[in-house]
């Protein structure tokens, strides 16, 4: 990377600002003066300016329990987002890895790595999604034949993939995806003559919401948790 567009990058300085800071010898690269904009540095310098030392912003990786009423976007006219949920300083930059609807709670991922947000969401890596559905009806062995056998939704040409459908204590369910359909659940259910009253995901990939993790609040992803979504 260029010397001034580390700068920038590091101190959010405007290009020009950061160019005239090398010109103007401010800036060290190891130890060493360097006057030319243009020159080279690899993430591993050490890159000085007034002898403060410079840092690149590190990617952010969070996961939010989703309250009902937010929506998952980045912007919206109407109803609050997800980002306005987050205690960080600025949230400025973050995407949301697979959407969940307005009602729907639980699991939510959140990133500003572009690559890592794609690696969660493309159906290349097939990470599962499980959900927890509360139904008007309890699951019948048809329901659970039909999630496995694939289910040709209204208005679609290919039957949803094979999923899971575990029926669960007071008409509950945990279904578990390999795909991310629009209102998946809800139409899946919906098909088999059922209807979703609740819905939460709980797990994206191995990464399971933390229990001490209250509707709204939010923390960042551990390593081990960042690098379960393989490149
Ligand atoms: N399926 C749905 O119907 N809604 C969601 O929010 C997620 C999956």
């Not at 130890?31 to 690149?56: F, N, P, W, Y």
């Not at 939704?153 to 039957?159: A, I, P, Q, V």
């Not at 998946?184 to 994206?204: D, E, P, T």
Request: one cysteine or more; glycine letters at 6%; hydrophobic letters at 35%.
């Amino acid at each position: 990377m260029r010397l001034d567009k580390y700068v920038s990058h590091a101190t959010t300085l405007p290009r020009d600002v950061s160019k005239r800071a090398v010109r103007n010898k401010r800036v060290t690269v190891n130890g060493e003066m360097v006057k030319s904009a243009s020159h080279h540095v690899a993430e591993t310098d050490e890159i000085c300016l007034d002898g403060q030392r410079l840092q690149l912003p590190q990617p952010r990786y969070i996961m939010l329990n989703k309250p009902e009423g937010y929506v998952c976007a980045t912007e919206d006219g109407q109803h609050p987002i997800v980002l306005d949920l987050l205690t960080e300083d600025s949230p400025e930059g973050l995407s949301v890895a697979g959407r969940l609807d307005i009602d729907t709670t639980g699991l939510v991922l959140l990133s500003d790595d572009g690559q890592w947000l794609h690696r969660v969401i493309s159906p290349r890596h097939l990470y599962s999604k499980v959900y927890y559905a509360t139904l008007h009806e309890p699951v019948n062995e048809e329901t659970i034949a039909q999630f496995e056998a694939g289910i040709m939704l209204r208005g679609e040409s290919k039957e949803t993939a094979p999923a899971k459908c575990k029926a669960m204590p007071e008409n509950g369910a945990e279904v578990i995806l390999n795909e991310g359909r629009y209102h998946q659940v809800k139409r899946m259910f919906a098909a088999c003559g059922n209807h979703v009253i609740a819905l939460h995901r709980k797990q994206i990939g191995s990464v399971v919401l933390d229990e001490q993790l209250a509707p709204g609040a939010s923390r960042s992803l551990t390593q081990e948790e960042i690098e379960s979504f393989q490149p």
